[in-house]
């Protein structure tokens, strides 16, 4: 039985993940809220990545981090504290946790390490300039572990489009909103956080033990095809 820490796992993706694995994995899971999900392979820590102390942790098979933010606003109207916390809750805070816990990881005989980052990393978007800045340094964070961990840790990043998230409930706020997503994407649908958290479970399993290193569009088409 493997051990998982998920870094957001009350809500969302996190969430979907944590029920997926929770009946034959031991999970961590650390977030500001408790998930209310309660298991006997599941030990809860309540508490702010950003700001608090982590906990020591023994064994840690794999690290799934989820905490994220959309910020849109024109360019214009982003100040400096935009950049900075975005910068800090997407990139940052992950930074803090990998190298708290590298020594687990590097103990583990198969380490997997799974990131975030968007869409808007790879397609120009209006009001997307904050997030698509820290998540596209998620990409680079990515690719520069997985060659310095090669044969040790692996480490990848999912790169999702819109998801049905409390994280996303501003964009799919009324039946309008929804069917513009919709319509805006070749497959007209936006995800489910499921959908996203078995590409996860995916990448921690022993079913990828030979990719590392790689960025993993999730997108309902909107990058790669014109239809």
Sequence with gaps: MKTILIIGGSKGIGNALLKILVDNHKIINISRTEPELIHQNLINYSLDVIEDELP????????????????L???????????????????????KVIQFYLKNLI?????????????????GMPYHASIAASKSAVEGLTMS???EYATKIRFNAIAPTVTNTTLAEK???????????????PYKNFLEPEEVAHLAEYLLSE???????????????IVTVKL
């Excluded at 103990?107 to 397609?123: G, I, P, Q, W, Y």
């Design 171 to 185: 964009l799919l706020r009324n039946d309008k909103m929804i069917e513009s997503i919709k319509d805006r994407h």
């Design 73 to 95: 606003k024109p360019f214009s109207r982003l100040k400096l504290d935009d950049f900075e916390q975005d910068f800090k809750i997407n990139v940052l805070s992950a930074v």
């Design 207 to 221: 079913k990828s033990t030979a990719i590392s290193g790689q960025v993993f569009p999730i997108d309902s088409g």
């Design 107 to 123: 103990a583990s005989e198969s380490a997997s390490v799974v990131l975030f980052s968007t869409v808007a990393s790879k397609m």
């Design 145 to 147: 572990l997985a060659a």
């Design 56 to 71: 020591i942790l023994d064994t840690i098979d794999g690290i799934v981090y989820c905490p994220g933010s959309i910020n």
